[in-house]
């Protein structure tokens, strides 16, 4: 239903602070990963690196120092200037610190400053609101006073709000499972990629809202002939064939089933109804209306309905398949802290409805000739997916061929590979075997 919108991006002059690694994936980093493609993304770039043993660690702390290189690398400060002991400021940095032009020119811009001891502590981890502040200066935007709260930890009148405000809005943030911020938390490696890639993927379009799920994995349920995209922290409970419920528990209050809406919790129960009466879209539509009476919106192909109840919202999409079936996706939000976040992601989900052509009882050598005429056909690539049932995403390319990231689907039962360009729906190419070659 939702076409992520095409992006094209200027290729930055940028720094790194390791010898490059040969190839472009780590071992500790796999393409199912939250920041994978983001640290795939940026690591193109040269503005990270990983470790002499081939991993990045995307859990560890980021200290003020190495946030500093990569903050000025993504926004593509000049680094090769040295800068001469008599302007540092420091007495913990000196000229033989890896750190040292990064901390000095970071000083001069004005994007940082030290302690009144005279000290810059750059082991010292970072935080968000410290993160947050700095690729705001960095990237020389308008922060003006937030006008409320941007999350029930953050105050409008801290220092950092405005900075919090300006990526709340534009998707740049995500809150904790408490419905919080934590900007005193101190930042990991793969959370701080994370957000510079948000900054800077949207920066050509002037700093437009993130799409949230740009990167999220798509399930294919080649029973009910749909596919859907899935937020990372959400969980896929598999109910039969057709039936999926998609859910994000209230860690914070103990939920253990989703089956009760939790004031920070959200499920998306997907179910086919196989339409007996073979009714029309339209006259199926107006039974589920007529039923419900609650507030609806009808288009050729989907009927969304909404309810508010005291304790949460409810929003039901209703999604007529080429097949005659319907796709149901009746999704619930609590009123909690976190509900504003959830219902995003909630719509998010329900946009991402798709329809996926079973492969049925068709050899393997029919599903990839099918496949072959579907290759280069605008939203058709799902649908070729579609035919191997047993595919699994291997890789992404996140810079792809300059519209978006390229999947790299296997079939083992086929040993084919498919090349799926998302943006479009395009099934590039495919190849015989396991490989990412073409």
């Not at 200037?81 to 890896?98: A, G, I, K, M």
């Not at 802290?337 to 052509?357: R, T």
Request: hydrophobic share 35%; aromatic share 12%.
């Amino acid at each position: 239903m939702k076409k992520i919108s095409s992006l094209f991006f200027s290729i930055l002059v940028l720094f790194s602070l390791f010898p490059p690694i040969a190839g472009a994936s780590f071992s500790d980093v796999s393409a199912t990963h939250e920041h994978y493609a983001a640290i795939q993304w940026m690591e193109a770039r040269g503005v990270v690196q990983g470790y002499p043993d081939g991993t990045f660690r995307p859990d560890q702390t980021v200290t003020r120092a190495e946030s500093l290189k990569i903050i000025l690398s993504a926004t593509g400060v000049d680094l090769t200037t040295v800068l001469p002991p008599e302007v540092n400021p420091y007495s913990d940095v000196s000229e033989q610190d890896w750190f040292y032009s990064n901390v000095l020119k970071a000083t001069t811009l004005q994007w940082v400053k030290g302690y009144e001891n005279g000290e810059f502590h750059p082991s010292q981890t970072i935080n968000w609101a410290e993160a947050l502040k700095i690729i705001s200066i960095g990237y020389h935007l308008e922060t003006p006073p937030a006008t409320e709260n941007p999350y029930p930890d953050v105050d409008q009148q801290f220092w950092f709000a405005p900075y919090v405000a300006y990526a709340k809005a534009r998707n740049y943030l995500s809150a904790r499972n408490d419905g919080a911020l934590h900007p005193e938390y101190a930042m990991t490696r793969g959370e701080l990629i994370e957000l510079m890639y948000r900054f800077a993927l949207t920066k050509e379009s002037g700093f437009t809202p993130f799409d949230i799920d740009t990167n999220w994995l798509t399930s294919i349920n080649s029973s009910g002939n749909y596919s859907v995209k899935i937020p990372f922290s959400w969980s896929k409970v598999e109910i039969d064939s057709t039936h999926w419920v998609l859910w994000a528990p209230d860690l914070t209050n103990g939920q253990t089933s989703w089956t009760r809406t939790y004031p920070n919790s959200a499920s998306v129960s997907l179910t086919v109804d196989p339409n007996t009466d073979k009714l029309s879209t339209a006259d199926y539509f107006n039974k589920v209306m007529h039923t419900l009476q609650w507030e609806g919106t009808v288009t050729n192909s989907t009927l969304l309905l909404y309810k508010e109840t005291e304790t949460e919202t409810l929003r039901d999409l209703y999604f007529a398949l080429p097949n005659g079936t319907f796709l149901i996706g009746q999704a619930s939000v609590g009123h909690g802290a976190l509900g504003d976040q959830l219902f995003q992601e909630v719509v998010a989900i329900q946009e991402s409805f798709s329809y996926s052509e079973q492969a049925g009882t068709e050899t393997a050598e029919e599903a990839i000739e099918k496949a072959r005429t579907l290759i280069q056909v605008d939203g058709q690539g799902k649908t070729a997916i579609s035919l191997f049932s047993d595919a699994l995403m291997i890789e992404t390319d996140t810079i792809g061929i300059g519209t978006g990231p390229v999947d790299y689907y296997y079939s083992a039962w086929a040993d084919v590979t498919l090349k799926y360009e998302r943006s479009y729906d395009i099934l590039l190419d495919l190849e015989e075997g396991q490989t990412t070659a073409f």
